[in-house]
């Protein structure tokens, strides 16, 4: 057993509604801190994959907006509070799975 | 004449921080959003002391309209004690000697993130919303100037065939907040992320409301008594959140928007979003003193 030092990396993990209309999870992590990167990395890959060429998730529309220094005010607002607008997607997707018996459950265990 | 004559002594700061070209700009703006409700107006966004997603668009609506006798509440998902909504209101109140408070009673210039206060708000009230994303448009047309054409032509359809799919997919509407409105029967507007729940009081509501995106540059607005009606079809009714029946847990407030808080034990206790009600209301059952206005929603239902 040796240690040669320590690294200090951030992650970030991001939720929203995706294509599927379930809850999915977006991830990113990056040596050092790094709030911008790591959320704007993990909001690319919550909804970069699969994303149709010219819609504003698409990687090449998404980066042209989460990238510059203006958007790093915005890349960081996701630390604060979202309860409101959470909860309002909460009750869509519960009362879609009440609708439909035997939906998959909206919340990732 | 001298150039003294013509100028004003040096000040360190305008009034109300923005300076006086600025807020004519913005002036010029806000009348022109009023005299076409939902129509999305362009300005140039200044720069505040604050990062840009923060409030930066509500926040400059604010400054052109503050004035001395000015009372504000700042509100940040239906708290005016978090972090954000506390700097934001002291900035406020610093750069323009208004004063702050917390009562949605006693205020007449309202900034919030995201909620509309559950008292009715009065025809002497401007309710200031903050709102990151203003083109309803995007997720059908992510380009601008296309957007902006079909806004003129009042080509919605696209917008109406995303909602039908929905309900083919998932038996319902699935839009969470920011439920996409028909302005005064002519343009639709993202009504910032509020909730379901709130978008009805908007509806022929006796106050003026404010709409700006600071990021995107854009402000709209909902004058007094204009319409505001929900894309819906006539056989599915509109939904608000299923709040009308939760009670919080600390106030014992029935029937408003709740927060949900998750429990230890895998259930969930709630609490009400818009805070200042729920200390007036903790404040009444304590003997205190403290009015509680006429609410928008009775039993759970929109007056």
Same mark, same amino acid.
Not at chain 2, 267 to 275: N, P
């Given at each position: 057993m040796f240690s040669a030092g320590r690294v200090k990396v951030s992650q970030a993990e991001v939720t929203s509604k995706g294509t599927s209309g379930l809850l999915e999870l977006g991830f990113c992590a990056t040596l050092g801190w790094n709030e911008v990167k790591v959320i704007s990395g993990a909001t690319l890959d919550l909804n970069a994959p699969g994303a149709a060429k010219g819609t504003p998730v698409e990687e090449e529309f998404f980066l042209y907006h989460t990238e510059p220094v203006e958007a790093s005010g915005f890349c960081i607002h996701f630390k604060l509070p979202h309860y409101v607008t959470f909860q309002s997607s909460l009750d869509a997707l519960r009362g879609a799975r009440a609708a439909t018996p035997g939906a998959p459950d909206p919340v990732p265990a | 004449m001298t150039l003294a004559s013509l100028t004003r002594p040096w000040e360190a700061m305008s009034y109300g921080f923005l300076d006086a070209s600025a807020k004519r700009e913005l002036r010029r703006k806000m009348l022109k959003a009023i005299a076409v409700p939902g129509c999305q107006m362009p300005y140039a966004s200044r720069e505040v002391p604050m990062a840009r997603g923060?409030?930066? =668009?509500?926040?400059?609506?604010?400054?052109?309209?503050?004035?001395?006798?000015?009372?504000?509440?700042? #509100?940040?998902?239906g708290a005016d004690d978090s972090v954000n909504a506390a700097s934001i209101r002291s900035f406020l109140a610093k750069v323009s000697?208004?004063?702050?408070?917390?009562?949605?009673?006693?205020?007449?210039?309202?900034?919030?993130?995201? @909620? #509309?206060?559950?008292?009715?708000?009065?025809?002497?009230?401007?309710l200031?919303?903050?709102?990151? /994303?203003?083109?309803?448009? @995007?997720?059908?047309e992510p380009n601008m100037s296309h957007a902006r054409q079909m806004h003129a032509d009042a080509d919605y359809g696209r917008l109406w065939l995303i909602l039908y799919e929905e309900i083919?997919?998932?038996? @319902?509407? %699935?839009? =969470?907040? $920011?439920?996409? $409105?028909?302005? /005064?029967?002519?343009?639709? %507007?993202?009504?910032?992320?509020?909730?379901?729940?709130?978008?009805?009081?908007?509806? %022929?509501?006796?106050?003026?409301?404010?709409? !700006?995106?600071?990021?995107?540059?854009?402000l709209f607005a909902v004058p007094p008594f204009t319409r505001v009606e929900p894309l819906v079809f006539s056989d599915l009714p509109y939904r608000v959140e299923d709040h009308a029946g939760l009670t919080c847990h600390r106030s014992g407030m029935k029937s408003f928007f709740m927060n949900e808080i998750p429990q230890a034990d895998g259930?969930? $206790?709630?609490?009400?979003?818009? !805070?200042h009600l729920g200390i007036k209301a903790i404040r009444q059952a304590e003997g205190g003193r403290a009015e509680i206005g006429p609410t928008w929603y009775r039993d759970g239902r929109m007056r």
């Open positions: - | 923060w409030g930066t =668009g509500g926040l400059q609506v604010t400054l052109t309209l503050l004035k001395p006798s000015s009372v504000v509440k700042v #509100i940040d998902q000697g208004a004063r702050e408070t917390w009562d949605t009673l006693a205020a007449t210039l309202i900034q919030s993130r995201h @909620r #509309i206060p559950e008292e009715r708000l009065r025809a002497d009230q401007v200031v919303l903050q709102v990151p /994303n203003p083109e309803p448009l @995007r997720p059908v083919v997919r998932a038996g @319902r509407i %699935m839009q =969470g907040a $920011a439920y996409p $409105a028909l302005v /005064n029967g002519r343009h639709v %507007m993202t009504p910032s992320p509020i909730p379901r729940w709130d978008v009805p009081k908007l509806h %022929m509501a006796r106050h003026l409301t404010f709409l !700006s995106a600071g990021r995107e540059k854009r259930g969930s $206790a709630h609490e009400l979003s818009d !805070s």
